[in-house]
């Protein structure tokens, strides 16, 4: 036989599991399903796609651990495993997860958050709406009530940053965020009760947040952009590590070929 003769490589043999769950994506992507759609039942299901009724269980386990279905028992109107449309959940699991076991620090996380919100900032002051706009302001006022403890003011922030994701044009973006802050809740908690007095602490995060508001609504991208980047070193101190360079941060407007028109 000739050198060069056919190779023949195993095939990989796909578990059951794994073929129900490549069906339910077909669905998803031909449109036929969709998030608050019900799947059928585990019986049903087994009967349809001729497999076992553990396999099935296996892959509805499987896109539960990944948070995009929520399943519930029983057998009443309310019972079945229904899609969800919290996909930041899912996400915000999984980060908090690979934390769990040190793949990442939560300074990592934070750095990441950093990153992808100093782009989303620039993004969302050239591409934000008077919609974005409006739930921004939104944000802001909730934020000016000086009753709230820090736990609910981190959750109002948090809404703030993803509505920034929001405005940059790209769900992704504001998802990406929400599970980003989601995976580092408690530390961001106890990193701004580390600050000092609460009432000035949430004063200074305030105007933290009204300049990068206003940035954003000026359609600035420099200054929008900076506004974020000095706001999470203040609420975060120690971390980002890397400080960006003098000339990266003149020119740290978003790149070009993908600038959205503002509307
Ligand atoms: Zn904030």
């Not at 809404?159 to 920034?164: A, C, K, L, Q, S």
């Amino acid at each position: 036989m000739a050198d060069d003769a056919i190779v023949w490589r195993p095939v990989r043999r796909l578990r059951a599991h794994e073929l129900i769950l490549e069906r339910i994506e077909e669905e998803i992507k031909a449109g036929r399903l969709g998030v608050g759609d019900r799947l059928p039942g585990e019986r049903q299901l087994a009967d349809m796609l001729r497999v076992s009724r553990a396999s099935v269980r296996e892959a509805l386990r499987v896109l539960e651990a990944l948070g995009v279905l929520t399943a519930k028992s029983g057998s009443g109107p309310g019972a079945g495993a229904i899609l969800t449309a919290r996909p930041a959940d899912g996400l915000g699991d999984l980060i908090r997860l690979h934390i769990g076991l040190s793949n990442f620090s939560p300074a990592e996380v934070v750095e990441a958050r950093a990153m992808v919100e100093r782009s989303a900032a620039g993004f969302a002051a050239v591409a934000a709406g008077e919609t974005e706009l409006a739930r921004l302001r939104d944000a802001l006022e909730q934020m000016e009530d000086t009753s709230l403890t820090l736990a609910e003011f981190n959750a109002i922030d948090t809404e703030f940053h993803v509505r920034v994701g929001e405005a940059s044009k790209n769900r992704l973006v504001g998802q990406f965020m929400q599970a980003l802050r989601d995976a580092v809740r408690r530390q961001a908690i106890e990193a701004i009760a580390g600050l000092g007095e609460w009432p000035e602490t949430a004063g200074s995060l305030r105007a933290d947040h009204v300049r990068i508001f206003e940035a954003i609504a000026s359609g600035d991208p420099v200054e929008a952009t900076a506004a974020v980047d000095a706001h999470i070193r203040h609420a975060y101190p120690g971390i980002p590590r890397h400080e960006p360079k003098p000339a990266a941060r003149r020119q740290a407007r978003p790149s070009s070929f993908s600038t959205p028109p503002r509307p």
